[in-house]
């Protein structure tokens, strides 16, 4: 026993996968029983698959951890010999459950594959990019200008999970048949699916060491209550996706506990109007973000169950500033100096007109009823009137003009799985989908296309600083009003367990607590 | 009575098509863009204009609205209900698959609302204005303003989890379905013992019952033999309307008590406007609706001949 413990503990150190994890465990544990909001619908890799990489089953060739950067999972190395190559390098020994190796060519055709049926691997390489083998582990991929997102791309799971494509081709679109075959290279094996569970059980030729679980059952249950019903009736272990809202109760009910884990990429975002109504004076916007109370909205709203905003970016990516600070005095001596003086209400007026603001939450996100009461209370302090519209369909209602708001509060992603593009491209650039407010600032709309192919780490860090400083400091639009944190509702056996960062609950390590 | 039923089959089978036409005059009111919202569910948070474009070509998102509804309509003709946007599964396969299981429980449930409110208004009109009625009338208020789902949470909490009866995920297991069925069925029985109360009380005060009751009939069989049958025919037409509602309510409680049937499937689909789930799964409950209406037609030709013979003129 001793000698299986210290094996696998020099493992882990030696692979370094900070993957969620309780203390290994010996063989007698039960499988683990997860329960989750979401349905697996199926074993169609190229729309469901990126659910195998979250539960054990499917890995990738980088990963994203807690420290804000990507690390080699299947690969050894990735390197970048020139701007426009990289050369990822894979482990050797590593095996698809199926016991067919995982060589340079089975990557090489399981990226290929993904490309030709998966409209999100399609999205995520650029034109001009080719894939080829240069040896028994060894791919390289060559574009015309350079690809700095790609360890970001290789770690998302919606892009290139690695999987046996050649047995994934000979079950042509019958997906029934991909159950138990062993098409992926994770701890876990999937062995049965359905309409309510997964199950899966240990490989046990799994390339890092023998997986510490017999297995794991994976069921899914929509409605959040029954979840945490299921764990108070011993019939769950782990509760993923709980309301923060019931965090009262869970913490008042023994034998659960609502774990919180590692900060997320993204949070709460507020957009701002620039196209209608007040916000288009740049001093005014400066002022409502200094009127915001970031630690109250972190502490005192959500009590702890997400994290203080200190910029737009969560504070362990190595890009992200400090620099939100919630100064009352600047706020009002900004709105003294644009003209707005308080009235006989206490609300600020300038010209007779009040300043009035609209914020706008959509029902699917019942945390911004909360959010927007706290941001109501905190204008209000200052003079701002604060009145609160919720749109169903956010994402369409804040891109038709004739809707009317001044603050947009969005969940989003800022920097998911580490790739800051898609977000700078969609909401901050002139015709980006997601651009709300018409944001138009000349230094972002240069500094975002060089970062899509700025090579020199140093060089993008200073670019996304600058762009955090801009939206803060000079031309204000897009800001966090808090950072999610991971959070799970686990049993006693698992009360050790921490929330999975980036969506990784399962890895083989996880196991009860001893 | 045939050219009766004949009619109002025909009836029917209209009434289910122009409810699907219906709903899709009104999807595009919703909010939401269906392909941002397919490939978000699919984990692309962030899905560029490419892709987007890409799958509004794949499931012809891109043509005029009534083309897309006449294309639809004549796949289902043909019996081919489209793929789901969401998963790519024939709709057909996804909602067939889980078919059984609903009906299990709206089956289930219908007779235990049926007996449930037969027994309560029974009680209440056998001692009406006395306390069983009373508490009967209380008891079916209550019962008619709470939610079905406040009721699923309050049994689960209190007798599933508190007493440590049966399970809350039930995988499909027949306790679970006792448990669903009789909260949909109970929920629902609140309205009809109301009706079927009313209905016996009127009918108890009648002639026919005055008559039976002046010959020595004794209060149960004046009940059962003379007021029962009158005022069951308004009391199985609710039924029969109220079958909509009993497959409309299916879904939240399927969702709640992890229920193996259709509701879970749809109401992922109507937050992801999986479109041709949704227009299929209104076909079948409104064909369902059209279905039990013709079956309670059928019982009150049967039952009452005034109306055969108004039928036949």
Same mark, same amino acid.
């Given at each position: 026993?001793?000698?299986?413990?210290?094996?696998?503990?020099?493992?882990?150190?030696?692979?370094?996968?900070?993957?969620?994890?309780?203390?290994?465990?010996?063989?007698?544990?039960?499988?683990?029983?997860?329960?989750?909001?979401?349905?697996?619908?199926?074993?169609?890799?190229?729309?469901?698959?990126?659910?195998?990489?979250?539960?054990?089953?499917?890995?990738?060739?980088?990963?994203?951890?807690?420290?804000?950067?990507?690390?080699?999972?299947?690969?050894?190395?990735?390197?970048?010999?020139?701007?426009?190559?990289?050369?990822?390098?894979?482990?050797?020994?590593?095996?698809?459950?199926?016991?067919?190796?995982?060589?340079?060519?089975?990557?090489?055709?399981?990226?290929?594959?993904?490309?030709?049926?998966?409209?999100?691997?399609?999205?995520?390489?650029?034109?001009?990019?080719?894939?080829?083998?240069?040896?028994?582990?060894?791919?390289?991929?060559? &574009?015309?200008?350079?690809?700095?997102?790609?360890?970001?791309?290789?770690?998302?799971?919606?892009?290139?999970?690695?999987?046996?494509?050649?047995?994934?081709?000979?079950?042509?679109?019958?997906?029934?048949?991909?159950?138990?075959?062993?098409?992926?290279?994770?701890?876990?094996?999937?062995?049965?699916?359905?309409?309510?569970?997964?199950?899966?059980?240990?490989?046990?030729?799994?390339?890092?060491?023998?997986?510490?679980?017999?297995?794991?059952?994976?069921?899914?249950?929509?409605?959040?209550?029954?979840?945490?019903?299921?764990?108070?009736?011993?019939?769950?272990?782990?509760?993923?996706?709980?309301?923060?809202?019931?965090?009262?109760?869970?913490?008042?009910?023994?034998?659960?506990?609502?774990?919180?884990?590692?900060?997320?990429?993204?949070?709460? &975002?507020?957009?701002?109007?620039?196209?209608?109504?007040?916000?288009?004076?740049?001093?005014?916007?400066?002022?409502?973000?200094?009127?915001?109370?970031?630690?109250?909205?972190?502490?005192?709203?959500?009590?702890?169950?997400?994290?203080?905003? &200190?910029?737009?970016?969560?504070?362990?990516?190595?890009?992200?500033?400090?620099?939100?600070?919630?100064?009352?005095?600047?706020?009002?001596?900004?709105?003294?100096?644009?003209?707005?003086?308080?009235?006989?209400?206490?609300?600020?007026?300038?010209?007779?007109?009040?300043?009035?603001? &609209?914020l706008a939450i959509y029902p699917q996100q019942p945390d911004l009823v909360p959010l927007s009461t706290?941001?109501?209370?905190?204008?209000?302090?200052?003079?701002?009137?604060?009145?609160?519209?919720?749109?169903?369909?956010?994402?369409?209602?804040?891109?038709?003009?004739?809707?009317?708001?001044?603050?947009?509060?969005?969940?989003?992603?800022?920097?998911?799985?580490?790739?800051?593009?898609?977000?700078?491209?969609?909401?901050?650039?002139?015709?980006?989908?997601?651009?709300?407010?018409?944001?138009?600032?000349?230094?972002?709309?240069?500094?975002?296309?060089?970062?899509?192919?700025?090579?020199?780490?140093?060089?993008?860090?200073?670019?996304?600083?600058?762009?955090?400083?801009?939206?803060?400091?000079?031309?204000?639009?897009?800001?966090?009003?808090?950072?999610?944190?991971?959070?799970?509702?686990?049993?006693?056996?698992?009360?050790?367990?921490?929330?999975?960062?980036?969506?990784?609950?399962?890895?083989?390590?996880?196991?009860?607590?001893? | 009575?045939?050219?009766?039923?004949?009619?109002?089959?025909?009836?029917?089978?209209?009434?289910?098509?122009?409810?699907?036409?219906?709903?899709?005059?009104?999807?595009?009111?919703?909010?939401?863009?269906?392909?941002?919202?397919?490939?978000?569910?699919?984990?692309?948070?962030?899905?560029?204009?490419?892709?987007?474009?890409?799958?509004?070509?794949?499931?012809? $998102?891109?043509?005029?609205?009534?083309?897309?509804?006449?294309?639809?309509?004549?796949?289902?003709?043909?019996?081919?209900?489209?793929?789901?946007?969401?998963?790519?599964?024939?709709?057909?396969?996804?909602?067939?698959?889980?078919?059984?299981?609903?009906?299990?429980?709206?089956?289930?449930?219908?007779?235990?609302?049926?007996?449930?409110?037969?027994?309560?208004? $029974?009680?209440?009109?056998?001692?009406?204005?006395?306390?069983?009625?009373?508490?009967?009338?209380?008891?079916?208020?209550?019962?008619?303003? $709470?939610?079905?789902?406040?009721?699923?949470?309050?049994?689960?909490?209190?007798?599933?989890?508190?007493?440590?009866?049966?399970?809350?995920?039930?995988?499909?297991?027949?306790?679970?379905?006792?448990?669903?069925?009789?909260?949909?069925?109970?929920?629902?029985?609140?309205?009809?013992?109301?009706?079927?109360?009313?209905?016996?009380?009127?009918?108890?005060?009648?002639?026919?019952?005055?008559?039976?009751?002046a010959r020595g009939a004794r209060p149960r069989r004046v009940l059962t033999v003379y007021a029962l049958?009158?005022?069951? $025919?308004?009391?199985?037409?609710?039924?029969?309307?109220?079958?909509?509602?009993?497959?409309?309510?299916?879904?939240?409680?399927?969702?709640?008590?992890?229920w193996p049937g259709i509701g879970a499937h749809v109401l992922t689909a109507l937050s992801v406007r999986?479109?041709?789930?949704?227009?299929?799964?209104?076909?079948?409950?409104?064909?369902?609706?059209?279905?039990?209406?013709?079956?309670?037609?059928?019982?009150?030709?049967?039952?009452?001949?005034?109306?055969?013979?108004?039928?036949?003129?």
């Amino acid at each position: 026993m001793i000698l299986t413990l210290s094996r696998r503990a020099l493992l882990a150190g030696a692979a370094a996968l900070a993957l969620p994890m309780a203390v290994a465990a010996d063989d007698a544990h039960p499988p683990l029983r997860m329960v989750t909001s979401f349905t697996i619908n199926s074993m169609d890799p190229w729309t469901q698959g990126f659910w195998m990489q979250e539960f054990g089953q499917a890995e990738l060739l980088m990963q994203f951890r807690d420290d804000g950067a990507h690390h080699p999972w299947l690969l050894e190395a990735l390197d970048k010999p020139e701007p426009t190559r990289w050369v990822m390098t894979l482990r050797d020994g590593i095996t698809f459950q199926n016991g067919k190796p995982v060589d340079a060519q089975a990557v090489l055709a399981a990226i290929e594959a993904a490309i030709a049926n998966s409209a999100s691997a399609r999205g995520s390489v650029p034109e001009g990019a080719v894939f080829s083998v240069t040896g028994p582990l060894e791919l390289s991929v060559t &574009t015309p200008e350079p690809w700095p997102e790609l360890p970001g791309v290789l770690a998302d799971e919606s892009v290139f999970l690695i999987l046996d494509a050649e047995a994934v081709a000979e079950v042509g679109e019958d997906w029934a048949q991909l159950i138990g075959a062993g098409i992926y290279t994770g701890p876990y094996e999937v062995t049965a699916l359905d309409e309510t569970r997964m199950v899966a059980v240990a490989h046990e030729g799994y390339w890092q060491g023998k997986p510490a679980l017999p297995g794991l059952t994976l069921a899914f249950v929509p409605d959040a209550n029954a979840r945490i019903l299921a764990l108070q009736n011993d019939e769950a272990d782990i509760a993923l996706y709980p309301p923060l809202a019931a965090r009262p109760a869970v913490d008042a009910t023994p034998g659960v506990h609502f774990n919180l884990g590692a900060l997320a990429t993204g949070g709460f &975002t507020g957009f701002m109007n620039l196209q209608q109504g007040l916000l288009a004076d740049a001093t005014l916007r400066k002022a409502v973000l200094r009127a915001t109370d970031f630690r109250e909205i972190a502490e005192d709203v959500f009590r702890g169950g997400v994290a203080q905003a &200190t910029s737009l970016y969560a504070q362990n990516l190595p890009f992200a500033l400090e620099n939100y600070t919630t100064d009352l005095s600047e706020a009002a001596a900004l709105l003294d100096e644009a003209g707005w003086v308080p009235g006989p209400d206490g609300i600020r007026r300038r010209d007779g007109q009040r300043l009035a603001l &609209t914020l706008a939450i959509y029902p699917q996100q019942p945390d911004l009823v909360p959010l927007s009461t706290a941001v109501q209370a905190q204008y209000a302090r200052l003079g701002i009137e604060a009145n609160v519209v919720s749109f169903d369909g956010i994402n369409q209602a804040l891109m038709e003009p004739s809707n009317r708001w001044d603050i947009a509060m969005v969940s989003s992603g800022a920097a998911s799985w580490g790739r800051v593009q898609n977000f700078l491209n969609s909401y901050l650039l002139p015709g980006g989908r997601r651009n709300y407010g018409g944001y138009d600032n000349a230094e972002v709309n240069a500094l975002v296309p060089e970062l899509a192919t700025e090579a020199d780490p140093d060089r993008r860090r200073a670019i996304l600083h600058r762009v955090q400083e801009i939206l803060w400091e000079e031309d204000p639009f897009a800001f966090s009003y808090n950072i999610h944190l991971d959070r799970v509702i686990v049993n006693d056996r698992y009360a050790c367990y921490p929330p999975g960062f980036a969506l990784y609950h399962v890895s083989w390590l996880t196991a009860p607590c001893e | 009575m045939a050219r009766a039923l004949g009619l109002r089959l025909i009836q029917g089978v209209l009434a289910a098509f122009g409810a699907s036409l219906l709903v899709w005059l009104m999807l595009p009111l919703a909010p939401g863009d269906p392909a941002e919202m397919i490939l978000q569910a699919r984990r692309v948070e962030e899905p560029t204009a490419a892709q987007i474009a890409e799958l509004r070509e794949r499931f012809g $998102l891109d043509q005029p609205y009534w083309q897309r509804y006449l294309l639809w309509l004549a796949g289902v003709l043909q019996g081919d209900f489209g793929l789901s946007w969401r998963t790519g599964e024939p709709v057909w396969d996804g909602l067939m698959r889980r078919l059984p299981a609903t009906l299990y429980l709206v089956g289930l449930s219908f007779v235990i609302s049926v007996a449930w409110s037969l027994a309560l208004a $029974l009680v209440a009109a056998r001692w009406v204005g006395r306390w069983p009625d009373r508490l009967v009338l209380a008891y079916t208020r209550v019962l008619a303003a $709470l939610p079905s789902f406040v009721l699923a949470l309050l049994l689960l909490q209190f007798v599933v989890v508190g007493l440590g009866v049966g399970l809350v995920l039930s995988g499909g297991a027949g306790a679970t379905l006792v448990f669903a069925a009789a909260v949909l069925g109970i929920d629902r029985a609140a309205g009809w013992t109301q009706l079927l109360r009313a209905g016996l009380i009127e009918h108890l005060a009648r002639g026919p019952a005055d008559v039976a009751r002046a010959r020595g009939a004794r209060p149960r069989r004046v009940l059962t033999v003379y007021a029962l049958p009158a005022a069951m $025919l308004p009391w199985l037409t609710a039924l029969g309307i109220s079958l909509g509602g009993l497959i409309g309510g299916a879904p939240i409680l399927e969702t709640i008590f992890t229920w193996p049937g259709i509701g879970a499937h749809v109401l992922t689909a109507l937050s992801v406007r999986d479109v041709p789930v949704i227009q299929a799964f209104v076909l079948i409950a409104a064909l369902a609706y059209v279905g039990a209406s013709l079956l309670v037609d059928a019982l009150a030709l049967l039952m009452d001949p005034r109306m055969r013979a108004g039928a036949v003129r």
